[in-house]
């Protein structure tokens, strides 16, 4: 079965910080830019960042700039999400996703259909 798989979520203290990893199963990434997105308890999910095929082109929204940094590494098929400073806002399930794309500097937008999405791995953040 051809899916993404998220790792690296847990229980953290405001200030603390995680990596997220988002590695597939069945296919190589090479071909995929990849999204993360998030969603806490009773609210709609939202696009944290995207990063595109090559790695070269990167977005963040607004809440996490400055705070979170995508990178992704092709040989091993994976892609990072490294969160500094976390805030109890933070808090949420976190999901990666695919887009297949000819192009190797394409970061697509959150709103679009995307071709695989993960389970999802939890981050909270509390003291």
């Known amino acids: 079965q051809l899916q993404l798989v998220e790792s690296g979520g847990g229980l953290v203290q405001p200030g603390g910080s995680l990596r997220l990893s988002c590695t597939p199963s069945?296919?190589?990434?090479?071909?995929?830019?990849i999204a993360w997105f998030r969603q806490a308890p009773g609210k709609e999910r939202e696009g944290v960042s995207a990063?595109?095929?090559?790695?070269?082109?990167?977005n963040y929204a607004d809440s996490v700039k400055g705070r979170f940094t995508i990178s992704r590494d092709n040989a091993k098929s994976t892609v990072y999400l490294e969160m500094v400073s976390l805030k109890p806002e933070d808090t949420a399930v976190y999901y990666c996703a695919a887009k297949q794309t000819p192009d190797s500097d394409y970061v697509p937008p959150y709103y679009i259909n995307m071709n695989f999405w993960g389970k999802g791995t939890l981050v909270t953040v509390s003291s």
């Open positions: 990063i595109s095929r090559s790695g070269s082109s990167l």
């Open positions: 069945g296919f190589h990434l090479d071909y995929y830019a």
